[in-house]
């Protein structure tokens, strides 16, 4: 009995974090949006930077049991560069007489891009050996840890 009220104490509090988590995200998210109006940044480069945000904030909640993985940090990191580096060609060079683009025409690129960020950073965290019998398996390494 003590052992079932504990882990729903741990629940609990870990619900809390969660939504504690998301609603400072969501501030910071706002706050940011708020200055980029007030400096008159080109909305693409908004549409940019919320791009960027959102899918490795993703992961990094995804994941958020594994932060103290230096393997993780370091595969989230290559991500981002070239993450950054891709997207810097692409609004710079291919959107170059936009000032415009919506974050809802990118948000379909976001999905799709937080999927192989999921497997990228699922690879990183487990074992040399497990990532191999998935892969040699077939099966989705990132598929379904979060849920």
């Not at 729903?8 to 998210?29: E, H, N």
């Not at 932060?67 to 609004?91: E, K, N, P, Y």
């Not at 999905?111 to 398996?137: C, D, H, N, W």
């Amino acid at each position: 009995m003590h052992g079932k009220l504990r882990r729903d104490r741990i629940r609990r509090r870990d619900s809390v974090r969660g939504w504690a988590m998301t609603l400072v995200a969501a501030l910071v998210t706002f706050v940011l949006l708020l200055a980029a109006h007030n400096r008159d940044i080109p909305k693409k480069w908004v549409t940019a930077t919320m791009g960027t945000l959102g899918p490795f904030s993703f992961v990094i909640y995804a994941y958020r049991g594994r932060l103290l993985r230096l393997s993780f940090w370091a595969s989230l990191a290559i991500c981002l560069g070239v993450h950054i580096v891709v997207i810097w060609i692409f609004f710079q060079y291919v959107l170059i007489s936009f000032q415009a683009f919506s974050i809802w025409l990118w948000f379909p690129v976001m999905l799709i891009e937080a999927l192989p960020l999921l497997e990228v950073s699922y690879a990183a965290v487990t074992s040399g050996v497990e990532a191999g019998k998935q892969a040699r398996s077939g099966e989705c390494a990132a598929a379904f840890p979060i849920f």
